[in-house]
């Protein structure tokens, strides 16, 4: 029996971070940027992206980080909306949803819940041999999300997807 494949994705405006993970094994990442215009149409197209992603894997789980506040209310409120595309998206194709907490995914990475984002970078590549070619820090932060989300022990992982 094949592992279960789930996808981690970090939500954001401009791009979005998505690790396909079949397992523990990363078997795809990318950063997607959809294009510039009006936000009603920038968010139907993460919701597009996300669920061709979920159509094309058939994950079993999305896994994505919980909000968290930024001192940028602009940029907070369009990270929220674009998670909530991501959200809607999943649950429209029956995926199930997985939430963690940017400390929870540091300390699953680096043990350190308030590693910088350097040290996070350092980590995933130590646990994930990628393929070398230039990375943004969206592709890194959802690799970093898939790991957290294929460490915990899957019974636990049952319990917090909903």
Same mark, same amino acid.
């Given at each position: ?8 994705? #970090?939500? $954001?405006? +401009? ?8 397992? *523990? ?15 009603? #149409? &920038? ?11 979920? &159509?094309?894997h ?7 980080? *919980? ?15 674009? /998670? $909530? ?17 940017p ?12 590693? @910088?984002?350097?040290?996070v970078? /350092?980590?995933? #590549? /130590? ?6 070619? /230039? &990375?943004?820090?969206?592709?890194? #932060?959802?690799?970093?999300? $898939? ?6 022990? @899957?019974?636990?992982a +049952?319990? &917090?997807?909903?």
């Amino acid at each position: 029996m094949e592992a279960p494949i789930s996808i981690a994705v #970090d939500p $954001g405006y +401009d791009r979005l971070g998505i690790a396909i993970f079949r397992g *523990t094994t990363l078997i795809h990442s990318e950063c997607y940027t959809p294009q510039k215009g009006l936000l009603p #149409d &920038r968010l139907l197209a993460v919701f597009e992206h996300i669920r061709a992603t979920i &159509r094309a894997h058939q994950p079993r789980t999305l896994a994505i980080e *919980t909000l968290f506040f930024n001192k940028n209310q602009r940029t907070a409120i369009a990270v929220a909306e674009s /998670r $909530g595309a991501i959200i809607v998206a999943a649950r429209a194709e029956g995926v199930r949803i997985a939430e963690y907490s940017p400390q929870e995914v540091k300390i699953a990475v680096t043990g350190v819940g308030n590693a @910088p984002k350097e040290a996070v970078i /350092r980590m995933v #590549d /130590r646990l994930v041999r990628l393929e070398t070619r /230039r &990375r943004l820090d969206d592709e890194y #932060d959802a690799i970093a999300l $898939g790991i957290c989300h294929t460490a915990r022990n @899957p019974h636990t992982a +049952d319990l &917090r997807a909903h």
